[in-house]
Structures are given as C-alpha cells and as structure tokens.
C-alpha cells in the first residue's frame, strides 16, 4: 500500500492562500470519498474538507466559505484550495480516505499563517 502525498504547505500571512494537492495512487483511491484533515499542536486531527468520488463536497464550519476541495481522478489528485487564511488554519494537512484509513496517513505538509 502506498500513502498519499502531500505538497503546496507554506508560510503565508493572514489573509493569504495556498493551494495543497494530495497525489493517490491506487484503486481505492479513485473510487473512494478522500479528505484533506489537520493537525495543530496540542490539538486533535480534524476534517476539514470532504468529497465523494463524485464530487460532492462538504466542510467543517471552521472553514465554510474560505477552503474548496475538488478532485481530479484521471491524476489521482485531490486538492485544497484555502482563501483568507487565518491564523487558526496553522496546522500540518493530511489527506486520507473518509474515512481515514489508518495505513493511509502520510507525511502531512505544514501551514503556518502568520497574523
């Protein structure tokens, strides 16, 4: 099994964006709902963001109308683009299955939103 890859972390100022991309090979992938979800320090993983391989989507209120999340199959990639960050969004991003997988964690990227 092979984990997903996260890219597009960085340091931004508030009111910033970022894009993050997540590369996911393999079946179970493709035909499975992804999200990208977050880690803060001293704080618990979080969803953030959800879609269905068909593309229905869904956010936690934190996020709602800052952060979009799309996919594209045919790339195995599934991304998060992030408006208007704020220095809460400061976290390490993961993406995963929805439900998360636990062999499915990988590295994370890091956003830091500086105020």
């Known amino acids: 099994q092979v984990q997903p890859v996260e890219s597009g972390g960085g340091s931004v100022q508030a009111g910033g964006s970022l894009r993050l991309s997540c590369v996911a090979s393999g079946s179970i992938f493709s035909f499975s709902a992804m999200g990208w979800y977050r880690q803060a320090p001293g704080k618990r993983r979080e969803l953030v963001a959800s879609?269905?391989?068909?593309?229905?989507?869904n956010f936690a209120d934190s996020v709602k109308g800052r952060f979009t999340i799309s996919r594209d199959n045919a790339k195995n990639t599934v991304y998060l683009q992030m408006n208007s960050l704020k220095p809460e969004d400061t976290a390490v991003y993961y993406c995963?299955?929805?439900?998360?997988?636990?062999?499915?964690w990988g590295q994370g990227t890091q956003v830091t939103v500086s105020s």
């Open positions: 995963n299955l929805n439900p998360p997988g636990y062999a499915y």
């Open positions: 879609i269905t391989r068909g593309g229905s989507t």
